[in-house]
């Protein structure tokens, strides 16, 4: 296969995308006409391939992704300084259900993958021992603990001790202090973990007695509590636990199980113009082919669904959940205006830097990574999943946040696809995948997979079903993600309200 060096993605597009850094004078060869760049195009960036007048839309994907705010010339860069949004405020919307698109590849014919079962039917991939502080006021207690256990207990049948440090649970209010309660109950219920010691002060907000009320039922030998007031030396009381919880998480062996327990969190972060062209479709191709294996994937990051919601919404299974994601989106529009704050302030300079010009641009990439399945359930922030396939999670586009809600949601793994790159890993295996293979060789230590092939020798059959087994191996514990390798796995959690 011939090397691109642009590409036009739909064929109602009035911009072509740079496959590497066009020159002044170079000549573009589209639909049997020749268009001469006027002016350096950067990699990922987009110029014009035909005469566009002021205010016409510019449409890539196939849908508008802006207007022209000047007129615009064929083989003229498109970007933030001849294109504005076409978003403003809230949108009024209407159900109209769309058959599923989706397309699945050739699935493994061993749909399984080797994981931990728990007592209650849950599955985990890794069998690791986890401390979940109540409150800020002990991460490094906290800390102190899991490099002792590490020390002590690392070289066992457990795949690591691990700690989350947040600054939260004391001082909150209202909701804040519900979300913190609900994410880390989730973190606590995590089948990921074979043993978790949940850690508490003893004065805070979010104290033991009243974290029991909101984590419910647990089972004992995998929970055990120490508030750190209440003993004279927490780090031997806290060792002693840890080993006790060690004893307990050694007991689970890996056993075959079908791909159908596999929940699969879907991020992107750091977004370049080839987000949208190769690692988000390749992700979605993978959401779909697991889907169809019975399994689930989770779709968050609302405001990156603005100007593209309604791709989604036309997808819901039925009126009800249609009307869950009107909830979903407007609710989140409300969170800015409330705020004050411009309800489209996106794309970030990261995005802009790689060729992103306008919201709409980015949610229309963004939300490729959901592939074209069915919508089954719509969930707030700190929900679980209960319902297989496709489900969309409340939560903004920060990074950490949105990876952290993932995981709390019950994924035992996030794929997070990236054109800029980032080291980040949340408290699951966080697979890194390159929109470019340029970052893939440039940041081997942050990139798991490169989905930049895809422009390059590799056709969306080829890498989907290469993805898919990649996934299996990870699941499997065979393959260890690069924040694994590299200890990279934090938390981090929605506050909106005010400290006492």
């Known amino acids: ?40 195009i950067d990699y990922g960036h987009k110029f014009a391939i035909k005469d566009m007048a002021e205010n ?15 007129a615009i010339q064929p083989g003229e860069w498109v970007h933030t300084h001849n294109v504005k949004t076409n978003l403003e405020g809230k949108l009024e919307y209407s159900y109209k259900f769309k058959q599923s698109t989706a397309k699945h590849g050739d699935l ?31 991460n490094k207690t906290a800390e102190i603990l899991a490099k002792l256990g590490n020390e002590r207990f690392g070289n066992g049948k457990i795949d690591g001790v691990f700690h989350f440090p947040h600054p939260f649970g004391c001082s909150q209010l209202g909701d804040d202090l519900k979300n913190t309660q609900l994410l880390l109950r989730n973190l606590v219920q995590h089948p990921n973990a074979g043993g978790v010691l949940v ?28 508030g750190v007031q209440s003993v004279d030396d927490e780090i031997d009381e806290g060792i002693e636990l840890l080993e006790e919880l060690v004893q307990y998480a050694s007991t689970f062996e890996r056993q075959p199980v079908p791909v159908s327990k596999l929940k699969v969190g879907l991020k992107c972060g750091g977004s370049d113009g080839l987000s949208g062209i190769t690692a988000n479709p390749l992700v979605g191709a993978f959401s779909d082919d697991l889907i169809a294996a019975g399994g689930t994937t989770v779709l968050t990051e609302v405001p990156e669904m603005f100007g593209a919601e309604m791709m989604l919404m036309e997808r819901a299974k039925d009126e009800a959940t249609f009307s869950n994601i009107v909830d979903l989106v407007n609710d989140f529009k409300d969170y800015f205006i409330k705020h004050d704050q411009p309800v489209y302030e996106n794309p970030s300079p990261g995005n802009k830097k790689g060729g992103i010009t306008t919201l709409e641009e980015k949610s229309l990439g963004c939300v490729q990574k959901g592939g ?32 952290t809600s993932l995981a709390a949601s019950g994924a035992q793994l996030v794929l997070f696809t990236t054109g800029r790159g980032t080291p980040f890993g949340g408290p699951v295996p966080t697979v890194k995948i390159s929109s470019n293979t340029t970052l893939s060789t440039r940041k081997k230590n942050w990139i798991d997979f490169d ?11 080829e890498l989907r079903s290469e993805l898919f087994q990649y996934i299996i191996s990870v699941a499997s514990g065979e393959t260890v993600t690069h924040n694994e390798k590299n200890g990279y796995k934090e938390i981090s959690i929605f506050k909106d309200g005010v400290f006492l």
Not at 205 to 213: E, L, T
């Open 108 to 138: 493994p014919g061993n749909r399984t993958f080797q994981g931990y079962v728990r007592k209650n039917g849950d599955v985990g991939i890794r069998n690791e021992i986890w401390i979940i502080n109540t409150v800020g006021c002990i």
């Open 1 to 40: 296969m011939t090397k691109k060096f642009f590409l036009k993605i739909h064929p109602n597009d009035s911009v072509m995308v740079a496959l590497k850094d066009l020159k002044k004078g170079d000549f573009v060869e589209v639909d049997g006409l020749t268009v001469q760049i006027q002016e350096d």
């Open 56 to 70: 016409e839309d510019i449409i890539k994907y196939g849908f508008p992704i802006g207007h022209a705010i000047k």
């Open 451 to 461: 989905a930049g092939r895809l422009v390059g020798d590799s056709s969306m059959d």
């Open 372 to 403: 074209s399945s069915i919508i089954n359930d719509v969930l707030d922030y700190g929900g679980i999943v209960t319902k297989q396939g496709l489900n969309l999670l409340q939560g903004p586009g920060n990074d950490l946040v949105s990876v």
């Open 199 to 226: 850690l508490g002060l003893g004065c805070e907000n979010n104290n033991i007695p009243f974290f029991k009320d909101v984590l419910g039922q647990f089972d004992e030998e995998r929970v055990k509590f120490l």
